[in-house]
């Protein structure tokens, strides 16, 4: 029987949607999507799509190691933004941790995300080989 492993970030909204930051089973590891908050759940970088998509992939990294797992795992990312017109920054901070890994990845316009401070969101899937 494969273990389930969940992660959570202890965000308030959570329990109240039902979800897990990321969850493991067996190799694989599921991140949510995740948005830019600060360590007490306010948005971070209002406005700023570099330093949002920079503060998600770290709090991904963070699940995603949590579990087990390395950012060399990761095999897909899926880019969820609110102006793909800010594509050049949120793909500079994007490829500045995966340049070398080099996973699959979409970059998706959204009318909107879960509030308007948020302008980029990310998921994450890694399979952990090691």
């Keep these: 029987m494969t273990t389930r492993r969940n992660f959570s970030t202890g965000a308030k909204w959570e329990p109240i949607v039902g979800y897990s930051r990321a969850v493991r089973i067996a190799d694989t590891i599921e991140v949510s999507g995740t948005c830019a908050v600060d360590p007490e759940g306010k948005p971070f970088a ?4 570099y330093l949002q998509t920079a503060r998600c992939l770290e709090i991904i990294r963070t699940a995603i190691e949590h579990l087990g797992g ?7 990312t899926r880019i969820y933004v609110t102006n793909i ?36 969101e990310i998921e994450a899937t890694a399979i952990v080989t090691h």
Excluded: C, N
Excluded at 46 to 49: E, L, Q, R, S
């Design 46 to 49: 209002i406005g700023d799509p």
């Design 70 to 76: 390395k950012l060399e795992d990761v095999i897909r």
């Design 85 to 120: 017109d800010q594509w050049t920054e949120i793909g500079k901070a994007h490829g500045e941790v995966f340049g070398d890994i080099r996973p699959v990845t979409t970059m998706i316009e959204v009318s909107s995300l879960i509030s308007v401070d948020y302008i980029v």
